[in-house]
Each structure stands twice: as C-alpha cells, then as structure tokens.
Nanobody
C-alpha cells in the first residue's frame, strides 16, 4: 500500500510563502503520478498540481504561476513551493499518488492558513 507523509503547512500572511513536502518512496514517485490537492472548507477537493512519472507537470488554473511543483527522486518526495499566497488559498492540502484514475487512500493532509 502506498504510504505518503505530508508536512509543511502552517499560518502565513497574505503574500507570503510556504513549502509543502510529501514523502513517499523512490519507487512510488517514479511510477505514480504524484499530486497535491486541496480542500477549501465547504468545497470539493481539487487538484492543485501533479507530476507524471515522465516529469510532465500540470497546474490548476488558479495557481497562476504562483506555485511550483518539484520531485526529488533520490528522496522519494514531491514538494510544492507556494508563493504570493492569498486568503483564498486557505485549505487542507493533501498529497496523493495516482495510476490512471486510481488514487491511494487519502491521508490527513496539512493545513494551510493564509491570514493577517
């Protein structure tokens, strides 16, 4: 079973930055499409960005160039660098691994709060 450990959330002021990390394993990040998702209170969970095994990265439109997804094959991790954060980015962020349409079980996520 795929095991994912999310970290890096917290409280940040509008315009600030945060780095989220998802640690899996070298094998997992090399064969699964790894993604960061978020769930804003009262809304459905949505994809933020994901990276395919071949390295292709897709971002949600709302990212608008503010977030950068990267993968560290040696560490078996996928990281999301978030900048120019807005209050609307407040959410619980989840990491997941996907093969075609099958996702791993969801973890607890890491909470990001953007507030002054």
């Amino acid at each position: 079973q795929v095991q994912l450990v999310e970290s890096g959330g917290g409280l940040v002021q509008p315009g600030g930055s945060l780095r989220l990390s998802c640690t899996a394993s070298t094998t997992v990040v090399s064969i699964y499409t790894m993604g960061w998702y978020r769930q804003i209170p009262g809304k459905e969970r949505e994809l933020v960005a994901d990276i395919a095994p071949g390295g292709g990265i897709d971002y949600a439109d709302f990212v608008k160039g503010r977030f950068t997804l990267s993968r560290d094959m040696d560490k078996g991790s996928v990281n999301l660098e978030m900048s120019s954060l807005e209050p609307e980015d407040t959410a619980v962020y989840f990491c997941n691994a996907r093969i075609i349409s099958t996702l791993a079980p969801w973890g607890q996520g890491t909470r990001v709060t953007v507030s002054s």
